[in-house]
């Protein structure tokens, strides 16, 4: 397995992408708790 720049940064883009949306979740759930 021969890792190539462009898929270490599709990788990267896609971790990021889901950090951001976890993110956004973790906004959303303690702003719904009391």
């Known amino acids: 397995m021969s890792f190539n720049a462009k898929d270490m940064t599709?990788?990267?883009?896609?971790?990021?992408?889901?950090?951001?949306m976890f993110s956004q979740i973790a906004n959303i759930?303690?702003?719904?708790?009391?």
């Open 10 to 20: 599709q990788g990267g883009q896609i971790a990021s992408m889901r950090i951001r």
């Open 29 to 34: 759930m303690l702003r719904l708790a009391p």
